[in-house]
């Protein structure tokens, strides 16, 4: 790292960007489809019925479901419905059974207006996105530390890379096709400044999210338990002990009426403590969008009488800032317009990576000289992780439709043959040659995506003949996805062709 602080900088770029790139694609691709999770659920559930009930009368239904299936239950999550979700999902906690510990029972999936359990499609949906985006499917809290060490890096990345380029700004308005090196360092500078503000807050926020993870310190110090510092910190109700008394539950829909009025918008979460008994409470938590704060007010109701108990206070300057990254980085608050614009912007950090990591081989590649061990296994990393996860999210969704809808265990299968397609293809683009691996990888995401609607017309016609906007304007995306693959695998199957310098005496001839 000798010479100027210019230097210094680009090999800190150059470095931290390889080591961490293929994982950093693979989270800003699966963050940015993440912007559309709950669209991505119910395309993924085409059994889900159009919702038409009002929070309230979802609430009171999917209550009176639970108290006859759950009288005697610990506690109740209940999310209710909203434009972007048409179902009430619902988990309930037994009551403890001597010594074992509690177990939350598998999710359910009721009908806004009856409450009733909807049979449908067993599947993660849009949630496993989600949680790969900073889990990276390993176990509890493996993934969610390589994701934050990852987010540092690419923190590093950014700011060393601002450092770097003095013409940065220059850069921004020149790309030059066809020059080889040239051009992806050209493709790399635009797609980094031209969403440099959003890439800056997008990993500072996300490094936030997970801070009390890394950064346990403060609350170990100065709470004997954690959950004490929830209750101060986002003045929440600490938990009243059963009184062993049967008592029912004040009548919910008036209760929820309240709750919007109070709080100044429509709820979306119910927290049933003790359901049944003369302690219960129910905690009813204001929706998101009213917000850039994640962290939602939160009122607290007696549930026998229904007297409020207690109302969140404002959050103190920290939280409401760590509120407020959480939402920038989630972006709950966003308009159907706002989550376009920022899946876009998600689009172009996953192009920055992808340009970063060809650049990183391309300027390394000389001409009639055989490429090192590692500039080899760089260039199969990069073909294995840029053109193979889109053909595993591809195969994902794909596969909902290819599995039979009452095949038991499907939501695993699902997430497993992601996995398996992403592993057969970084494997089979081994035995190709680099060019053809490349133009046979993107033609193969291009034919996948492809396959997504003509799959969706096969197998659940219905939605799509009654003009259902969701499913038409998803398959359009996946047509649209599908096109800029086979745009890119037509690029990479050009051969690149070098201009002959005539000689000065070849030119006089001529």
């Not at 031209?194 to 890439?199: D, R, S, T």
């Not at 889109?390 to 439709?401: G, T």
């Amino acid at each position: 790292m000798k010479g100027s602080l210019r230097q210094s900088m680009a090999w800190i770029h150059g470095w931290l960007g390889l080591i961490a790139g293929w994982l950093l694609f693979a989270m800003f691709l699966t963050g940015t489809a993440s912007y559309f999770r709950p669209e991505i659920t119910r395309w993924m559930q085409p059994e889900q019925p159009a919702n038409h009930s009002t929070p309230a009368a979802a609430a009171a239904a999917a209550i009176r479901y639970l108290q006859r299936i759950g009288p005697d239950d610990q506690q109740w999550y209940i999310f209710l419905p909203d434009e972007r979700t048409a179902v009430t999902r619902a988990f309930a906690i037994p009551a403890p059974n001597g010594t074992a510990p509690r177990k939350r029972a598998p999710e359910l999936v009721l009908d806004p207006a009856s409450g009733e359990p909807i049979t449908a499609r067993e599947t993660r949906g849009g949630e496993h996105f989600y949680r790969f985006h900073f889990q990276l499917q390993l176990p509890y809290p493996w993934g969610r530390w390589l994701a934050s060490l990852c987010a540092m890096f690419m923190l590093t990345a950014i700011v060393s890379g601002v450092i770097t380029h003095k013409r940065i700004f220059a850069d921004f308005f020149t790309l030059r096709w066809k020059k080889g090196q040239r051009s992806w360092l050209d493709a790399h500078n635009v797609s980094a400044v031209l969403a440099l503000p959003y890439h800056a807050v997008i990993t500072y926020t996300g490094l936030m999210t997970l801070v009390v993870m890394y950064m346990p310190w403060p609350i170990v110090t100065n709470y004997a338990k954690p959950i004490d510092f929830s209750y101060e910190a986002f003045g929440l109700l600490p938990e009243r002990p059963a009184s062993e008394t049967r008592a029912p539950l004040t009548a919910i829909a008036p209760l929820m009426r309240d709750a919007e009025r109070r709080l100044g918008g429509p709820p979306t979460r119910l927290v049933v403590q003790h359901p049944g008994d003369g302690a219960a409470t129910i905690a009813v938590t204001r929706h998101l969008s009213r917000s850039l704060d994640a962290r939602a007010p939160t009122i607290t109701y007696d549930g026998p009488s229904g007297r409020v108990l207690s109302i969140a206070a404002p959050p103190g300057p920290a939280a409401a800032t760590m509120g407020v990254m959480l939402g920038l980085h989630t972006a709950v608050f966003a308009a159907p317009a706002m989550r376009w614009i920022l899946f876009l912007l998600g689009g172009t950090g996953a192009a920055m990576v992808a340009t970063g990591l060809i650049l990183w081989t391309s300027a390394r590649r000389r001409p009639n000289v055989a490429p090192f061990f590692g500039l080899r296994l760089v260039e199969r990393l990069n073909i294995a992780t840029i053109a193979g996860l889109p053909i595993a999210m591809a195969a994902f969704l794909l596969s909902n439709r290819l599995i039979p809808a009452a095949w038991p265990g499907r939501a695993d299968l699902e997430v497993a043959t992601m996995f398996w397609v992403w592993g057969g293809v970084a494997i089979v683009q081994w035995l190709r040659p680099t060019p053809r691996a490349w133009r046979e990888g993107l033609a193969l995401g291009a034919l996948t995506f492809a396959a997504i609607p003509v799959a969706d017309a096969i197998w659940t016609p219905a939605r799509l003949l009654a003009g259902d906007p969701l499913f038409v304007s998803f398959d359009v995306a996946m047509l649209l996805l599908a096109a800029l693959l086979a745009f890119a695998s037509r690029r990479a199957g050009r051969p690149r062709v070098t201009p002959v310098r005539r000689s000065s005496l070849e030119v006089a001839r001529a």
